[in-house]
């Protein structure tokens, strides 16, 4: 069964304290994003990678960091720097992001809540 | 930096066809129009996308005027469990395949 699994679904952390999102894929994909949803507004891009070892900043960088050791890995780190980091917060891959007509897929999202 | 314009809100009855617009009077020559919905507290889904052809798949159909400067997302007979907010996207390439949502049209579908 293929697709994009992020977990967990519902996360609390304390402020102050960084915290990992999960994001894995079985679609073989080489292209990955993370995207932040607050509430009523559209998606904001964070991070993505193009290729294993490989990402570049999105629209909203400040106070996150990533890493792509592995192809069907991408996981989020919401540091302690984030000034607002309650928020939803979801994946997605693509084929390829070279290339005109490609299709992101996204996965069930995780809402991170910062008591 | 949407590209797109669509209404915040629209209603249709169940079973009726939903026509959903989009306006993207900028849009160029080589990017294309795609459709997503996300239904409350899930990831979006893609729906189908076009460049200038009119489209249609087991979801719903894509009509794209000839200037390509508007589309109409059409769900042919719409459910309850239709309801949702639909994005309309130009996809704007070399910058790392980014798709810029907006904050779409939020469809409600009444019994």
């Known amino acids: 069964d293929g697709g994009i699994t992020q977990s967990p679904k519902y996360l609390f952390r304390k402020e102050g304290q960084n915290v990992t999102l999960s994001c894995e894929q079985n679609l073989n994909h080489d292209a990955m994003y993370w995207y932040r949803q607050d509430p009523g507004q559209g998606l904001r891009l964070i991070y993505y990678s193009q290729i294993v070892n490989d990402f570049q900043k999105g629209d909203i960088a400040e106070g996150y960091s990533v890493s792509r050791e592995k192809k069907e890995s991408f996981p989020l780190t919401v540091t302690s720097a984030q000034k607002n980091p309650t928020a939803f917060y979801l994946c997605?891959?693509?084929?390829?992001?070279?290339?005109?007509?490609?299709?992101?897929?996204f996965g069930p999202g995780t809402r991170l809540t910062v008591l | 930096d949407a590209k797109t314009t669509q209404p915040p809100s629209m209603d249709c009855a169940e079973g009726r066809a939903a026509n959903l617009p989009c306006n993207h009077s900028t849009i160029s020559g080589n990017e294309y129009v795609y459709w997503y919905r996300q239904i409350h507290s899930q990831g979006p889904q893609y729906i189908i996308h076009g460049l200038k052809n009119n489209e249609t798949n087991e979801m719903a159909s894509l009509i794209i005027t000839e200037d390509r400067k508007s589309s109409t997302l059409i769900l042919p007979h719409a459910t309850l469990r239709d309801t949702a907010v639909y994005y309309c996207?130009?996809?704007?390439?070399?910058?790392?395949?980014?798709?810029?949502f907006g904050t779409g049209t939020s469809l409600t579908v009444i019994p």
């Open positions: 997605a891959s693509s084929t390829s992001s070279g290339i005109k007509v490609d299709t992101q897929y």
């Open positions: 996207i130009v996809r704007v390439v070399n910058t790392g395949n980014q798709f810029y």
